[in-house]
T-cell receptor, first 113, second 112 residues
Framework: DTGVSQDPRHKITKRGQNVTFRCDPISEHNRLYWYRQTLGQGPEFLTYFQNEAQLEKSRLLSDRFSAERPKGSFSTLEIQRTEQGDSAMYLC???????????FGPGTRLLVL | QKEVEQDPGPLSVPEGAIVSLNCTYSNSAFQYFMWYRQYSRKGPELLMYTYSSGNKEDGRFTAQVDKSSKYISLFIRDSQPSDSATYLCAADRGSTLGRLYFGRGTQLTVWP
């Protein structure tokens, strides 16, 4: 399977704990995006990388959120001191620069108790 | 006001019906328009992608963009129960800028 992969697929955590998600994009794609989707809503943009550079961040990305893409390959999204409002599906997508089509992974479903 | 508006439905149609899904947008800078299909608890799957105004057809699916009225449509012909999913419209300002702007999705059920 050469699509976007995400790990873990599900995560249950207690409020106040830190969590980290991983995304592996399609191998030749140099752009990687993170979105958040809550029930009944469309995905909302969080941040994106071109290679290893983080080029844009949404104001949704509070200082408790941090994303990295070392060496321009996989990416991690960390949420510190989780809150119940962080419960959502976290989606990763990738694309090739110059092509607007973004391909999504299966998502990581986070539940904060 | 969200930049892309979409009626969430739900929409329920019999098998074989023609389905029309619609979105409106407010930002004149949008140039690229997509439709994604999302099954329950799965990631969005790209269905159709169009640039600027016009129509694009792919099998039973037709995407239509009218930039003068800022209106995006997806038509599904001969709908099948396997088409039951949430359909998300999305828009993009261009390749130098990253994000997609999504509507909230329309939940479609096609019953046999």
């Amino acid at each position: 399977d050469t699509g976007v992969s995400q790990d873990p697929r599900h995560k249950i955590t207690k409020r106040g704990q830190n969590v980290t998600f991983r995304c592996d994009p399609i191998s030749e794609h140099n752009r990687l995006y993170w979105y958040r989707q809550t029930l009944g809503q469309g995905p909302e943009f969080l941040t994106y990388f071109q290679n290893e550079a983080q080029l844009e961040k949404s104001r949704l990305l509070s200082d408790r959120f941090s994303a990295e893409r070392p060496k321009g390959s996989f990416s991690t999204l960390e949420i510190q001191r989780t809150e119940q409002g962080d419960s959502a599906m976290y989606l990763c997508a990738s694309s090739l620069r110059g092509r607007e089509t973004q391909y999504f992974g299966p998502g990581t479903r986070l539940l904060v108790l | 006001q969200k930049e892309v508006e979409q009626d969430p439905g739900p929409l329920s149609v019999p098998e074989g019906a023609i389905v029309s899904l619609n979105c409106t947008y407010s930002n004149s800078a949008f140039q690229y328009f997509m439709w994604y299909r999302q099954y329950s608890r799965k990631g969005p799957e790209l269905l159709m992608y169009t640039y600027s105004s016009g129509n694009k057809e792919d099998g039973r699916f037709t995407a239509q963009v009218d930039k003068s009225s800022k209106y995006i449509s997806l038509f599904i012909r001969d709908s099948q129960p396997s088409d039951s999913a949430t359909y998300l419209c999305a828009a993009d300002r261009g390749s130098t800028l990253g994000r997609l702007y999504f509507g909230r999705g329309t939940q479609l059920t096609v019953w046999p």
